[in-house]
């Protein structure tokens, strides 16, 4: 089975969020090398099935103001880092 582009970057962020650390959107996307509604939309499959969470920090929550969003791995999203991981070896 051929994978598209965006199947490669869903992995790329699955591994970026495997370290365990919280992402912005915009950091992600620099960190995975795409731009930043693309890596949006694709992080928006992963919440999808349960690979990630993405948590928004309204205006008024926010210190400056302006709304934001962060993201971090599930435990499902780490197994399937491994099983993405262990696919490459071989």
Do not use: H, W
Not at 32 to 38: K, P, R
Not at 54 to 80: C, F, H, L, M, N
């Amino acid at each position: 089975m051929e994978l598209n582009i965006n199947d490669g970057l869903k992995k790329r962020v699955l591994k970026q969020l495997s370290d365990g650390k919280v992402y912005s959107f915009y950091i992600l996307s620099k960190s995975v090398g795409a731009n930043n509604t693309t890596v949006k939309k694709n992080c928006n499959f992963l919440y999808q099935i349960g690979l990630i969470e993405i948590s928004e920090i309204s205006a008024e929550d926010s210190a400056s103001g302006v709304p934001s969003y962060r993201v971090k791995i599930t435990e499902e999203g780490q197994k399937a880092v491994q099983k993405i991981l262990k696919t490459m070896k071989n």
